[in-house]
């Protein structure tokens, strides 16, 4: 997987992978992947629509995200 590449190259135990992508305007989708690198293994896969202005919301939007991986990371200690 490219995503546990990438953290074995920068010596990271976990790394996550997304993306923003623009429906309309006003909508937004917010996808993310957390990834445990040395078992090269998926923790958690979260997916967000943000409805609004993306500079106002997408902060929150990642924080929200963050908190659900802390989360699922815990749940999947290793």
């Known amino acids: 997987d490219r995503a546990a590449e990438l953290g ?3 010596d990271a135990s976990r ?3 997304g993306r923003v992508s623009k429906f309309s305007n006003l ?8 990834v445990n690198v040395p078992a090269a293994r998926v923790i958690d ?15 929150r939007a990642t924080l929200a995200l963050a908190r659900r991986f802390v989360a699922a990371d815990s749940a999947h200690v290793s």
């Not at 909508?27 to 957390?34: E, K, N, R, V, Y």
């Open 15 to 17: 790394v996550v992978v």
């Open 8 to 10: 074995l190259a920068l």
């Open 27 to 34: 909508i937004w989708f917010l996808s993310a992947t957390l």
């Open 45 to 59: 896969h979260e997916e967000l629509e943000i409805k609004g202005d993306i500079t106002d919301l997408l902060p």
